[in-house]
């Protein structure tokens, strides 16, 4: 691998066991050296993995102290990243519910706001988006289109500071979707809701489209809560890839 990668992956796997919990805040890493033979990789490789997270807000270093893990009210929860490895923690639930109660503060006003304030090319990107959820054949279709329907309402909403959200949507909703995809039954109506947002948008409806919003995240929330009284969520199937064409 490129040495780019080769760091990027370093990074990825310490982080990673940083927010699953396996080094909690406070407690100090292993050094260079122990990094270097964990991973086989030369010290420089570890050096610039370190920074990486160090970048984040994950660490800190201090000389005769070591590479701490910083408290987690310091992370840097809207980088793509750190969304990626906490949607993959054994919290993942309760990281799904965090984000749908993120969603539910968000969501719903920009929806009303992009109905008043989008633009013929925006309104095209959120029915083009909403189209091609419908005619997915694949699991990573439908979510990339999911995820792109949600991320083209927050740009036609036309606030500026919505847009870093952009980074909330493209991953820790890419996760959540590829979630509940799997768990729901009627694909179906979770597309008639989708296309009720759309076409509220369309009909620059803002009351129509705050409403249809909150029906949507009330089926998303219903999905959550269901599989947190039966267990923990399974793992992905092959098969799935198949069932969201259905």
């Not at 969304?83 to 109660?101: C, D, G, H, I, M």
């Not at 969501?107 to 008043?116: F, H, K, R, S, T």
Request: charged share 25%; hydrophobic share 45%; aromatic share 4%.
């Amino acid at each position: 691998m490129a040495a780019g990668t080769v760091h990027s992956a370093v990074a990825n796997e310490i982080g990673l066991r940083i927010v699953r919990g396996d080094y909690p805040p406070g407690s100090i890493l292993p050094n260079e050296a122990e990094w270097s033979k964990i991973f086989d990789v030369g010290r420089s490789v570890v050096r610039e993995a370190v920074k990486m997270l160090m970048a984040k807000n994950l660490l800190s270093s201090r000389p005769r102290v070591g590479t701490r893990v910083e408290p987690r009210d310091r992370w840097n929860l809207l980088d793509r990243d750190v969304l990626t490895w906490y949607a993959a923690s054994p919290e993942r639930l309760t990281f799904l519910r965090t984000v749908q109660e993120f969603r539910s503060i968000i969501e719903p006003e920009a929806a009303a706001l992009a109905a008043v304030r989008r633009s013929q090319e925006q309104m095209e990107a959120i029915s083009l988006a909403c189209h091609d959820m419908g005619v997915a054949r694949t699991l990573s279709e439908r979510t990339a289109a999911d995820t792109r329907f949600h991320v083209a309402i927050l740009r036609a909403a036309g606030n500026d500071l919505l847009l870093p959200l952009g980074a909330l949507i493209d991953s820790a909703l890419e996760g959540l979707f590829t979630y509940v995809t799997r768990e729901v039954n009627d694909l179906r109506h979770a597309q008639d809701l989708h296309e009720a947002i759309e076409r509220a948008i369309r009909a620059q409806n803002a009351n129509a489209a705050r409403r249809a919003v909150r029906r949507l995240l009330g089926n998303t929330e219903a999905v959550i809560a269901g599989q947190a009284r039966g267990g923990t969520p399974r793992d992905p199937d092959p098969q799935d890839e198949r069932a969201a064409g259905r």
